[in-house]
């Protein structure tokens, strides 16, 4: 989850969203065994794992 080129994101986000991140990120750290969990990281992977989902679909797409 971790790279070396970095960038910071400001966003604005609701009090709501930012409850449900800070669950996630709780579950991410009480579920994985890879130390400290954060914010940055738990939304690398949600992105990471979304694009992945994404470019199934537009495979998918493709092929019809």
Known sequence: MVGNNRLQLNVRISKETSDKLDEI????QENTKIGRIYKGD????IIE?????MQKQK???MRA
């Open 25 to 28: 990120v709780e579950y991410y």
């Open 42 to 45: 738990v939304l690398t992977d």
């Open 59 to 61: 495979k998918t797409k």
């Open 49 to 53: 794992k979304s694009y992945e989902v």
